[in-house]
Nanobody, 126 residues
Framework: QVQLVESGGDSVQNGGSLTLSCVGP????????VGWFRQAPGKEREGVAA???????TTANSVKGRFTISLDNAKNTLYLHLNSLKPEDTAMYYC????????????????????WGQGTQVTVSS
């Protein structure tokens, strides 16, 4: 069974930076989409960024210019680099993978992803 393990979450000050990691299975399939999502208490799960086997990335408007997604196939690790963090970025962050297709227009749609990690908490204080 595919397992994803996130790490790197922490408590930081407004304007701080973090790098989240997600270690997964080998990302050498012909087509796949891997992404980061977040969920704050009382809110719906939100797509943050995703990347597929072609290296094409999609980033949510709410974090564009501040967050960057990257994938290291040699280490089977997905990263999310978070800069200029704001209190509204506080949430549990999850990684997810879809091995059935590339990202495309549904890259940030959480319902397409069937495999999820347990999450890592990011807290930003003002």
């Amino acid at each position: 069974q595919v397992q994803l393990v996130e790490s790197g979450g922490d408590s930081v000050q407004n304007g701080g930076s973090l790098t989240l990691s997600c270690v997964g299975p080998t990302f050498t399939y012909d087509s796949y989409c891997v992404g980061w999502f977040r969920q704050a208490p009382g809110k719906e799960r939100e797509g943050v960024a995703a990347i597929d086997n072609r290296g094409i990335a999609t980033t949510a408007n709410s974090v564009k210019g501040r967050f960057t997604i990257s994938l290291d196939n040699a280490k089977n690790t997905l990263y999310l680099h978070l800069n200029s963090l704001k209190p509204e970025d506080t949430a549990m962050y999850y990684c997810a993978v879809d091995f059935s297709a590339r990202c495309g227009g549904s890259a940030l749609r959480h319902s397409r992803f069937s495999t999820w990690g347990q999450g890592t908490q990011v807290t930003v204080s003002s």
